[in-house]
């Protein structure tokens, strides 16, 4: 905020009003930068030796569950992210993967497109996609969290302390810290306003609560004071 983009690209979105107009001008600004550089790297000819990787820390939201900005909430107009992979020789040209990857696996992706092998990070290299798994198989689950925001507002999802979800298949999970859970099925709900954990416990609900219990989030903890002696 509050979204800077040139002249012209405010008035591509001119009939649009709001700061989304102004956020999309920004983007299409950005988007028209990206493809100078690409451009320049094509003529000088290093594009084809050149990894390029186009993605987002995180989107935004615009009245949506009642939220604006981000840092609030992990639905998934904030979670989703573009990731777009380009190496010539090195990933196939026009390759769509069907369903959400995790950010966490990028580094290991690079190093592996860079010959780098057996890197000690975390996260499983993107590459096995076009190395023999199907594009439309399950990716292990995407995990999200949200530190605690007590001076934030009080319908901010983290203002009591921290959240927790888990995307596994269609299905995303979102835990609150004071024990509340919602369940959306993004095929058949994209925008996330129905939640289907308010009736009867689905298998679903079972299995991401199983998966959640396996990972150790690592919430910085407060440490006890100090001692301290004059």
């Known amino acids: 905020m509050p979204y800077y983009a040139p002249p012209e690209q405010l008035k591509r979105f001119a009939a649009f009003s709001g700061k989304a107009s102004r956020y999309d001008a920004a983007i299409a600004s950005l988007d028209v930068e990206l ?31 009642g939220l604006v900005d981000h840092a609030n909430s992990l639905y998934r107009q904030v ?26 696996n990028v580094p290991s992706t690079l190093l592996e497109l860079a010959g780098l ?15 023999g798994a199907p594009a439309d198989s399950q990716d292990q ?26 995307l596994l298949g269609p299905y995303h999970y979102i835990q609150g810290a004071d024990g509340s859970a919602e369940l959306f099925d993004l095929r058949t709900d994209p925008e996330e306003n129905r939640n289907l954990n308010g009736g009867p416990v689905l298998p679903e609900t079972v299995l991401i609560r199983h998966r959640m219990q396996a990972f150790d989030f690592a919430f910085p903890r407060k440490a006890a004071r100090p001692a301290v002696s004059n």
């Open 141 to 166: 689950p995407v995990l999200s969290e949200l530190t605690p925001s007590p001076r934030g507002l009080q319908n901010q999802r983290n203002a009591h302390g921290e959240i927790r979800s888990l």
């Open 35 to 65: 493809g100078r550089l690409l451009s320049a790297l094509e003529a000088r000819g290093e594009l084809e030796h050149t990894i390029v990787v186009v993605t987002s820390d995180h989107g935004e939201q615009f009245g949506d569950h």
């Open 79 to 104: 979670l989703q992210v573009p990731l777009v992979l380009i190496a010539p020789g090195r990933v196939p040209a026009g390759m769509w993967v069907r369903f959400p990857v995790s950010l966490r």
């Open 117 to 131: 092998h057996g890197d000690p990070l975390p996260g499983e290299s993107h590459t096995r996609f076009w190395q």
